[in-house]
Nanobody, 121 residues
Framework: VQLQASGGGLVQPGGSLRLSCDAS????????LGWFRQAPGKEREGVSC????????HYRDSVKGRFTISRDNAKNTVYLQMNGLKPEDTAVYYC???????????????WGQGTLVTVSS
């Protein structure tokens, strides 16, 4: 497995979770690493990605100010700190590589297994 996501779970609205993505299985350094999500019955949507070169981060509008992406290059790991979670954040979250960004939209191309995040009281 090249991208291994973990950290999902059940959390109450307003709560926090931190997702981790182990990217040590990648043979090449991707332009970006990040996350997209897919809720039941809905289309996939990009959440966030971070540049491998300069650390610049990009977020979809609905998570700005609540989610923070970060990376640990020494561990080849990317994190997504999610605060102020809402029921509409419920989805399977996938760690993914991206080749570029257009207007804060990360262009994902490969991904691993996801981790389920459920926000419910």
């Amino acid at each position: 497995v090249q991208l291994q996501a973990s950290g999902g779970g059940l959390v109450q609205p307003g709560g926090s979770l931190r997702l981790s993505c182990d990217a040590s299985g990648l043979s090449l350094v991707p332009n970006y690493l990040g996350w997209f999500r897919q809720a039941p019955g809905k289309e996939r949507e990009g959440v966030s990605c971070i540049s491998s070169s300069d650390g610049s981060a990009h977020y979809r509008d609905s998570v700005k100010g609540r989610f923070t992406i970060s990376r640990d290059n020494a561990k080849n790991t990317v994190y997504l700190q999610m605060n102020g979670l809402k029921p509409e954040d419920t989805a399977v979250y996938y760690c993914a590589t991206a080749y570029g960004v257009i207007a804060d939209n990360c262009l994902f191309d490969t991904w691993g297994q996801g981790t389920l995040v459920t926000v419910s009281s």
